[in-house]
């Protein structure tokens, strides 16, 4: 599993040292130059969540979801993802 983060500042090695500061279980990344587009992302704070057969299962936008949303759909995805 992946995250994308999405910040133009921010190098993909300072994305990395995050994760791993915080001890995050999956591997960043930064986006690709058309995937923002692709998905439609129009306004910061987008949360969308993939499976590993390329389906949208959860997207929310700025000011959309919650802490516990979150959690349960990365459990459901670290679950049925294999690297």
């Known amino acids: 599993m992946f995250v994308v983060v999405i910040d133009p500042m ?8 995050y994760g791993k500061k915080e001890e995050y279980p999956w591997r960043m990344a930064k986006p690709l130059d ?3 587009s692709k998905l439609k992302v129009i306004s910061e704070s987008t949360k969308i969540a993939i ?4 389906y949208i299962i959860y ?6 979801g919650n802490l516990v949303e979150y959690e349960e759909i ?7 993802t294999t690297f």
């Open 10 to 17: 921010l190098s993909i090695e300072q994305i990395v040292t």
């Open 34 to 36: 058309d995937m923002l």
């Open 51 to 54: 499976d590993a057969k390329g």
């Open 59 to 64: 997207r929310e936008s700025y000011g959309g």
């Open 74 to 80: 990365l459990s459901l995805l670290t679950a049925s």
